[in-house]
């Protein structure tokens, strides 16, 4: 069984709309021990869904990414709008910004540029489906898109990362009409109302709502279309989950599988 990181009854209006992460019954699963060893998963029914079988040992960490950050990644894709003959950029390049790689590919996009400094998330993202990489951030960053685009900017632009710079990279990386999907979890971003009214640029995000895409992604996984759990990589026992975060925080992983 595969959740997310909302529990969500799947039945009031908001679920059905397709926003379960806003669904009026909402529990955040991290606030009841979700590292634990077991867990008593509350609104199971409307929050869990089912794989075909018992997994096979090597599709485990794929499907662990299908909760969360490929949720997330997939989410930002579709609210950016991504799809047939479109551009995408994403901005960050953790697991959420690669698997948004992941999902732009899968959703048809011509071309997608991932913005990373880190040679292996480079590679990752390129084995993901990236087609351009640019290394530069804020305002470089942001003319370096403008060159790829013939000046005008992205169709699609997610925004994987959540600070102030990495918002406004997004939005001026995207081009009048363009699509911004942002899925960072926002600090302290205010945006200049000004500027964003003259950009014609259509903004959509927030907690992504996994639940909708499980069922999609569950099966492309199973058929081993896609492999999102290459983010990661490093694997350390449950007992050691502070040491996997500050891999993390330090840029020495992507994303840490904990066992026990």
């Known amino acids: 069984m595969i959740g997310s990181f909302f529990a969500s009854d799947n039945t009031c209006e908001v679920c059905q709309a397709g926003y379960q992460s806003s669904c009026i019954h909402r529990v955040i699963m991290g606030s009841i021990g979700t590292q634990a060893q077991l867990l008593r998963v509350p609104l199971a029914d409307g929050t869990l869904v089912a794989t075909p079988e018992l ?3 090597d599709l485990i960490p794929s ?14 894709a579709v609210a ?3 799809g047939p003959g479109k551009t995408v950029a994403v901005v960050g390049d953790g697991a959420v910004g690669l698997l948004a790689v992941l999902a732009a590919k899968q959703l048809g996009a011509e071309r997608i540029i991932a913005m990373s400094r880190h ?7 390129r084995e993901f489906g990236a087609t351009d990489i640019v290394e530069e951030r804020g305002d ?21 990362v959540g600070t102030q ?7 001026r990386s995207a081009r009048p009409g363009g699509h911004v999907g942002y899925v960072g979890v926002a600090h302290d971003v205010a945006l200049p109302g000004d500027e964003l ?29 896609i492999d999102p ?12 989950a502070a040491e996997g975060y500050r891999a993390m925080d330090e840029r020495r992983a992507i994303k840490t599988l904990l066992t026990f």
């Open 55 to 57: 997994p096979p040992a």
């Open 165 to 171: 710079e990495s918002m406004m990279q997004a939005i």
């Open 80 to 82: 950016a709008e991504a």
């Open 229 to 240: 759990g290459k983010v990661f990589d490093l694997t350390l026992p449950l007992e050691q």
């Open 63 to 76: 499907l662990l990414t299908a909760y969360d950050v490929l949720g997330t990644g997939w989410f930002g």
């Open 140 to 160: 470089e960053g942001v003319v370096r898109i403008k060159e790829l685009t013939g000046g005008l900017g992205a169709h699609s632009v997610v925004e994987a």
């Open 119 to 125: 040679e292996p998330r480079q590679k990752l993202a």
């Open 197 to 225: 009214f003259f950009s014609h640029v259509h903004l959509h995000g927030g907690p992504a709502p996994v639940r909708q895409y499980l069922p999609e992604l569950i099966d492309l996984i199973w058929r081993r279309e």
